[in-house]
């Protein structure tokens, strides 16, 4: 008897994702000219092969969630994998962000000799890690891609070997991700005592029936949630947030905020909806406790900052905040409405990074808040999508922001939680402030050179003028995207 | 008249396509020319199109006439909702008649970033015309935040020393308001099983503490922008540092759309917290009337004392929408026209000082009478009607609203017509100053009178000011059948317990 051959479809952009990362460090291994270049320090090769290679593969990748993504559940390994609509349409967004963040980063990083076969791989392999998070139905896929997805960035952010700054940050982020690991695991470990099981719909099966030791899980969603609000940097777990968004080489940040938010929301919503959902009264409350501290913290943090990265890092923790309330209303609706919600972010701090690192030039980073005084008059067009971004960021209508947060208060106040909304609206006004202090920079105040900035890289600029343009339409016709995010939970969630 | 053709979306579409237009193509100060003239056309566009309105209005129904309605959001039932009564389509010509006057007015004035200028306030002007056009909850929100974004560059990019400060009080001061609503507004949805139909929530029962909380959001979002005391202290300085056409807008419009958010969300829609909280609304009127009238006599700034009385008459408005009489609310809404086109020509008049002396404070002139005669004279017309002078349109909305208040009570007539008495003094006071008297130096002596395009813009509104003073019955007539109707309605208790 032949053993039965496992059905390996629904993995299948996983596994040409991690051929392909295996295939891209090689050919720079065996590349000449590019050892040469990296020997020498030379500075601008650009590593066409890596850059192609990575392009392809996330479109290949996009390609075959699209067409293999059918309305259905499907699961491989025995069920430790599966794929479904919240699966597809989050790892489409993950190409996406991966394929954005590799052409606003080209020019970047070949201005700074950090166009390495290694960058493209490492983005690869955290693309898989993520891949393997968003469809992991067991808890051990869950680590495995979480591990897989951490280990990658911490090399990410040390990718600029030569900076104090940058190892500093990596050294920082390895120790707190893997002391959060280690939670992680402890309150798996407790999970599985408890239930005897470590696949998540099984675990919620026996959760459903009643346990004999409240205790028990309690201390073990205590764990789990701490490591869940580390990796959505969600406050008190935020420390790492700001050192590394400020201390990683600008391109690389822009990766960690956004992507990674994806896979962050997946996690939380396959273990906490998907897994422990008789749980949920328990959870709900640590989450208003996270969301509420996020969204203090974040936002009254983020006006002291006088750096564009730490300044969107205190930003981005107050945007998960809101992204967990949506989570923590506990039904379809609010799902739906945090999904919507970090599509929404991931499309924004993809352009309000890309632009950071747009403006960036050899020898020049635009970190400081100061380097955007006056932009309006050297390059208007940049000024008018930071404006756009930063305007949607803060929530303003007609812009994609709005619809985001309007979908998430709206799921809190069907909850009953009205409260927690005029909270959340409280310190959105807080959160404008800082945001529009960006538009005055770039509109109100003199520049301190009237050189215009020429910013090279047209396949760059075009991106951001249609990623910047999209949230602006996605604001004044959001019907499409609002829609296709409500189906998904509601087929999801079947 | 064209059935079914999207007059109210050409109103607020044509200014926003030509302001996107006047962007694209006016990139260079050095064509500012053609930018302009642009401009004028996409200014003169959107007042073409809003005739419609006024012609083909029946005014004999309270319905809403012009109706569009689309699935926008069909997810969470939102749609693309507009439609006009007899409360809302004045605004909206006057609206579209204040763009046409601001692109002329920033002609010459505006010499740095032309188009941006130009296209902030045509995007404006559709905006607002969004807002007094949207039926649906959410439509209406967009609007009502998205214009605050070109006011707010407007006011930092263009305007005085202080710009920024005040740009981003302003901006702050009504998102503020503007937020709680939004909280309000998602309420009633769910209230309302699932609708954000602004015309449903007038008929949705209500127990008192919702209405009450819900009144208490609308406060917040209305009073603000109204600006109600002691909500007030964003305007002076707004005013102060906003460019000539901003305060133009400004007061013309954007307070506007306060006091109509009175009338279309918080009146009808928790009538009976309405009711039961009127005496603190005609308590904060009758301070903004009485003690704002003493804080303008004391201005040392013209533009200052402007805001200032803006506030006052405004007061009188939202006295005349808690009176729940007829008298009233028509009195308030004729005041809310008259003191868009008066306050308009004050602060152009102001404009036309400062562009040629750069002060605008009344200690620098004094004379200008002689050198510019012509302005003199009309600056005497709008000072007169800002003083409610008979005959000018001032008159009628600050009578009418007199004469409501009697109805209810004797003392608080007295305390509101007390305004006739500070209005005449800062104003005349003022107008003396600045313009009578001998000529206070060599600058006031050199002055210029003024052009022809100056007096085209002022003189517009010398006809508007003057026509609805001596007849204001076709303004009247087109909103009584709305306001008999809003009057029926608030009448009626919908509470339930």
């Not at chain 1, 998907?274 to 006006?303: E, R, T």
């Not at chain 2, 500012?32 to 199109?49: C, K, M, N, P, Q």
Request: charged share 10%; proline share 4%.
């Amino acid at each position: 008897m032949n053993p039965p051959v496992p059905i390996l479809l629904p993995a299948a952009p996983e596994i040409l994702v991690l051929v392909m990362a295996c295939v891209v460090l090689l050919i720079e291994a065996y590349d000449a000219r590019a050892r040469a270049a990296a020997a020498s320090g030379e500075v601008g090769v650009p590593r066409v092969a890596g850059y192609v290679l990575t392009l392809i593969t996330l479109l290949a990748a996009a390609a075959i969630t699209a067409f293999t993504g059918g309305p259905g559940t499907a699961y491989a390994f025995n069920g430790m994998f599966v794929d479904d609509a919240m699966a597809d349409l989050l790892k489409l967004m993950t190409y996406l962000a991966g394929i954005a963040a590799v052409i606003y980063s080209r020019q970047y990083l070949a201005d700074r000799a950090l166009m390495r076969g290694e960058y493209f791989a490492l983005l690869l392999f955290a693309v898989l890690g993520m891949m393997v998070m968003i469809s992991a139905s067991h808890l051990l896929t869950l680590y495995l891609g979480l591990e897989l997805l951490s280990l990658s960035l911490y090399a990410l952010v040390a990718l600029k070997r030569d900076s104090t700054q940058a190892v500093e940050a990596a050294m920082k982020y390895f120790v707190l991700g893997a002391l959060a690991s280690g939670l992680l695991l402890y309150g798996m470990s407790m999970l599985y005592g408890l239930t005897g099981t470590l696949e998540l719909a099984r675990m919620a099966q026996v959760l459903a029936g009643g346990v004999e030791n409240e205790v028990v899980l309690a201390f073990g969603l205590v764990f789990v949630i701490a490591a869940v609000g580390f990796k959505l940097g969600a406050a008190p777990f935020h420390m790492w947030v700001p050192d590394i968004y400020h201390g990683a080489p600008t391109a690389v940040t822009l990766f960690i905020g956004s992507a990674p938010k994806l896979a962050a929301f997946a996690f939380v919503m396959r273990l906490l909806v998907d897994g422990l959902q008789p749980a949920q009264g328990d959870w709900q409350q640590m989450l208003a406790v996270m969301a509420v501290l996020s969204l203090a913290i974040g936002n009254l943090a983020a006006i002291m900052q006088t750096n564009m990265k730490r300044m969107l890092a205190y930003s981005t923790i107050a945007h998960m905040g809101f992204l967990l309330l949506g989570v923590l209303t506990g039904d379809t609706g609010g799902y739906s409405a945090a999904l919507y919600y970090v599509i929404a972010y991931v499309i924004m701090s993809l352009g309000a990074f890309g632009l950071v690192v747009h403006l960036a030039r050899a020898g020049h980073e635009a970190e400081n808040l100061d380097d955007y005084k006056g932009l309006n008059a050297r390059a208007p067009w940049l000024a008018a999508l930071m404006g756009i971004l930063m305007l949607s960021m803060a929530g303003l209508p007609p812009f994609l922001g709005f619809y985001a947060k309007l979908t998430v208060l709206q799921a809190v106040v069907g909850a009953g939680l009205t409260w927690l909304a005029v909270v959340a609206v409280l310190f959105s006004l807080v959160g404008a402030y800082y945001y529009l202090r960006v538009v005055k920079l770039m509109y109100f105040d003199s520049p301190r050179s009237l050189e215009p900035i020429g910013t090279p890289g047209g396949d760059a600029r075009l991106l951001l003028s249609v990623n910047g343009l999209g949230v602006l339409l996605l604001g004044i016709l959001p019907q499409p995207l609002m829609a296709l995010c409500l189906d998904t939970m509601q087929q999801a969630l079947r | 008249m064209l059935e079914g053709f999207p007059i109210l979306s050409l109103t607020i579409w044509v200014p926003i396509v030509a302001g996107i237009l006047v962007l694209a193509l006016g990139g260079d100060d050095r064509r500012a020319d053609g930018t302009r003239s642009l401009a004028l056309i996409g200014a003169l566009l959107g007042f073409v199109v809003a005739i419609p309105l006024w012609t083909g209005f029946d005014a004999s129904t309270p319905q809403m006439q012009f109706v569009e309605r689309t699935a926008w959001i069909a997810a969470f039932n939102i749609h693309y909702y507009l439609g006009v009564d007899g409360i809302s389509m004045p605004f909206i010509l006057l609206n579209s008649l204040t763009t046409v006057l601001v692109v002329l007015a920033g002609w010459l004035v505006i010499q740095h970033k032309v188009a941006q200028y130009m296209a902030a306030f045509l995007i404006q002007s559709g905006l607002l015309n969004g807002v007094f056009a949207a039926l649906d909850g959410i439509l209406f929100y967009v609007f009502f935040e998205a214009m605050l974004i070109p006011l707010y560059l407007i006011i930092g990019m263009w305007g005085g020393p202080n710009r920024v400060y005040a740009a981003i009080k302003f901006f702050l001061y009504t998102l503020l308001g503007s937020l709680l609503m939004l909280v309000a507004v998602l309420y009633l949805f769910f209230q309302a099983g699932g609708s954000f139909d602004i015309l449903s929530w007038h008929k949705l029962p209500l127990t008192m503490a919702a209405q009450l909380m819900l009144f208490v959001a609308f406060f917040f979002a209305f009073a603000v922008k109204v600006p109600m005391w002691p909500v007030h202290t964003w305007l002076p300085d707004a005013h102060v540092e906003a460019p000539t056409g901003g305060s133009v807008v400004l007061a013309a419009i954007t307070l506007k759309v306060g006091a109509y958010g009175f009338l279309r969300f918080t009146l009808p829609i928790v009538p009976d917290a309405a009711h039961e909280l009127a005496w603190l609304m005609v308590a904060l009127s009758l301070v903004a009337i009485v003690y704002i009238g003493l804080v303008a006599l004391v201005q040392a700034d013209m533009k200052k004392l402007i805001a200032y009385s803006s506030i006052a008459h405004m007061g009188f408005v939202t006295l005349g929408f808690f009176l729940f009489n007829t008298l009233g609310i028509e009195g308030g809404l004729v005041q809310m026209i008259s003191h868009g086109f008066v306050s308009a020509a004050l602060f152009l008049c102001v404009g036309v000082l400062y562009d040629r002396l750069h002060s605008r404070q009344i200690a620098d002139y004094g004379g200008v009478v002689n050198t510019m005669p012509r302005f003199a004279a009309l600056f005497m017309l709008f000072a007169m009607a800002n003083a409610g002078l008979p005959g000018t349109s001032g008159f009628v909305g600050e009578f009418m609203v007199i004469l409501g208040t009697i109805e209810v009570s004797f003392w608080w007539a007295l305390a509101a017509g007390l305004t006739l008495i500070f209005g005449a003094a800062y104003t005349l006071w003022m107008y003396k100053r600045v313009v009578f008297g001998p000529v206070a130096n060599p600058q006031v002596a050199a002055l210029q009178d003024i052009d022809g395009r100056e007096f085209l813009v002022l003189g517009l509104l010398a006809v508007c000011v003057l026509a609805l003073g001596i007849y204001p019955l076709p303004l009247t007539e087109v909103m009584h059948a709305s306001v008999a109707h809003l009057l029926n309605h608030v009448a009626h208790s919908k509470l339930v317990y």
